[in-house]
């Protein structure tokens, strides 16, 4: 499969599900370190290359329900084609701009990818729409059990397993869910709701993880203890808290439909008004239009468009839209080819 197909695919998060109006997508990801080596912030350039050869052998030699992954070495993309993974959720900042020998394995449909030589020699990662977090926790355990056969992983008995960060020590699990809280926003309850959660263990971060913002009411919730809990224990109680967020967040939507019903259709209306006729739009102006428009589709105000929510999301992000459009923008043309790209999905 060639890079730009790849690259251009949407991934399956992106086509969203329908089993929850609220949560976007699940992932789970491991964090995996090689017994023999250093972990990657003290690999020479020599030792980084060699690592990355040995673990993009053994990663293009597996098969995932069928298929082959795809392997690319950072160091053969453009800065366009880096920040789209970034943007697609399929690597980390950290990844981009680290030194050295490192890539990225990547399954077709991007459910599955496993970043080399990022904080960790290995960041393996299912990403699935919707509250998918059982089901995505075993297919990255099927995936990590396939790989452990062919890489000694750095493990003790009593500390489980070793990561460059002390609080990914243990089952090195990181759970999560990307969710989309508006009326909770609209009605000023998302600080107490999600504040609450440090006190269960839990994380709270913005679009793009750590150090992001929640742009258009977008929300990502993680467990923060690795060890001395089970991986199962770990998903099961992310999954409790958050089928109660998004209770929390359905009674925050019937309560603006019961109690000032006339502003919600107006506020959401004007946001569909303005993705079909706007000439020009940043990307912090389309994603909280974005929101508004998803959350009157998801109550019935509104009628579905063509894209949905993610797959507009992401797209019109600075470098998706310009792979999109297979050439360089400045910031005023970004504007103007957004505005463009969400106008023909409404029309």
Known sequence: MQRKEILLRHGAWMRESGDSEVVLSSRIRFARNLENFPFPHALSMEAAKEAEELMGKALTSLEVEGEKLNYLSLSDLTTVEQQVLIEKHLA????????????LALAGDHRLAVMVNEEDHLRLQVLMPGLQLTKSYRLADALDDAL?????FAYREAEGY??????????????????????L??????QPVLGALAHLGLAVRGLYGEGSQAYGHIFQISNQITLGKSEEDIVTHLEAVTGQIVEHELQARENLRQQVRL????????????LQNARLLTSDDAINLLSLDRLGTDMGILPKGKETFTTLLVDTHPGCLQYILNHELDAGQRDEQRARLIRQAYN
Request: hydrophobic residues 40%.
């Open 162 to 183: 070793l990561t460059a960060c002390p609080t990914n020590v243990g089952t090195g699990l990181r759970a999560s869910v990307m969710v989309h809280l508006p009326a």
């Open 263 to 274: 502003f919600l259709e107006d506020k959401v209306w004007r946001a569909r008004g303005t």
């Open 148 to 152: 452990e056969d062919s890489l000694d």
């Open 185 to 190: 926003a609209m009605t000023n309850q998302v």
């Open 92 to 103: 980390s900042p950290a990844l981009v701009n680290m030194r050295g020998a490192r890539g």
